[in-house]
């Protein structure tokens, strides 16, 4: 694959900017992460899989490349078994290795007759073997570790070390800055209206990994909640939002409410770079869930979730909304 070049890419879709001043620079057999949004990675991807235009700006390199893309929610075909499926992209791939010899460098060897409704979301290595059977020169991957366990964790990583090693370039997005640290060497964070800054954080983490094994991976920033006897764990990205009660945290999950010993102070600080904002003294709300803004007056505005869920928006955090998301 020949160096990728994208330079100062500008794309506008529905009169809302997605990326502006996108400047990036993909040499072959690089590894390279960015955090991102959901809506931002996508548009990417399309950008550089050459499904949409750019609105302005230049991109080369990208006429020879083989791309393949693996999105968050990516869906499959549930019926099948995870064999049948496979075969079904190696017979319009070039692929000539034999399957049952590469499913057990993805960890699938026990699961190949497995149909693919019951594989657990730790099996989800499934699409990226998919990718790899077709070849491509460039991988897109959209948050793969998100809600794995740390032993799927450990076994992507694996799997995705065996994709590079036979000279795939890979290119991940997320909105998690510790799962960019454990798939990636260079990483970029994109910040609306300011285009890509690149981060030292990949060399903190390898400097770091002296005092730690090498086999171990870093585990993925989790948020904690005490039920009865036992402690369940989130990703941020299954928070809705989070509502202070009567000075206590309130975590909202798909329509339920778990209770966090940390205060909201302490939640704000460790979940603003990971896409929430407090929308109000009382909310931190998680960004990708904003499906409405409705201004009731010129001084009252309330934002409108995905599940229907209302939150307030400050008159004071308007501005600052308007900054992150770019409407």
Do not use: W
Not at 185 to 205: H, V
Not at 208 to 230: C, M, N, Q
Request: with cysteine; net charge negative.
């Amino acid at each position: 694959m020949q160096t990728i070049q994208l330079s100062n890419i500008f794309k506008q879709q529905a009169h809302q900017t997605i990326l502006k001043d996108f400047t990036l620079t993909i040499p072959a057999q690089s590894n390279i992460g960015i955090q991102m949004s959901h809506v931002e990675a996508t548009t990417l991807f399309n950008l550089l899989r050459q499904t949409t235009p750019q609105t302005s700006g230049v991109m080369t390199g990208l006429t020879t490349a083989r791309i393949q893309a693996i999105f968050h929610d990516d869906g499959f075909y549930p019926q099948l078994t995870v064999s049948t499926y496979l075969k079904t992209f190696q017979r319009i791939s070039t692929f000539e290795t034999d399957l049952d010899d590469i499913l057990q460098y993805f960890a699938l060897k026990d699961v190949a007759h497995t149909k693919i409704k019951h594989l657990s979301f730790d099996q989800q290595r499934l699409a990226l073997l998919r990718a790899f059977i077709l070849q491509p020169d460039l991988l897109l991957i959209e948050s793969p570790l998100t809600n794995l366990t740390n032993a799927g964790i450990e076994l992507y990583l694996a799997a995705l070390a065996y994709t590079r090693e036979h000279g795939v370039t890979v290119l991940l997005t997320s909105y998690s800055l510790e799962e960019l640290v454990l798939t990636s060497t260079t990483i970029f964070r994109y910040r609306p209206n300011q285009g890509l800054e690149l981060t030292d954080l990949a060399t903190e983490s390898s400097s770091d990994s002296a005092h730690t094994s090498e086999d171990t991976p870093r585990p993925i920033f989790k948020i904690a909640s005490k039920v009865e006897d036992k402690t369940v764990f989130f990703s941020p990205n299954e928070i809705d939002f989070i509502e202070s009660v009567n000075g206590v945290s309130q975590l909202n999950v798909s329509g339920e409410q778990f209770t966090s010993s940390q205060t909201m102070s302490e939640l704000e600080q460790q979940l603003t770079t990971l896409g929430f904002f407090r929308c109000h003294r009382s909310y931190l709300v998680n960004l990708q869930q904003i499906a409405e803004l409705i201004s009731y007056s010129r001084n009252s505005y309330t934002l409108i979730l995905k599940n229907k869920s209302k939150l307030p928006l400050s008159r004071g955090k308007l501005t600052d909304l308007k900054a992150l998301i770019n409407f």
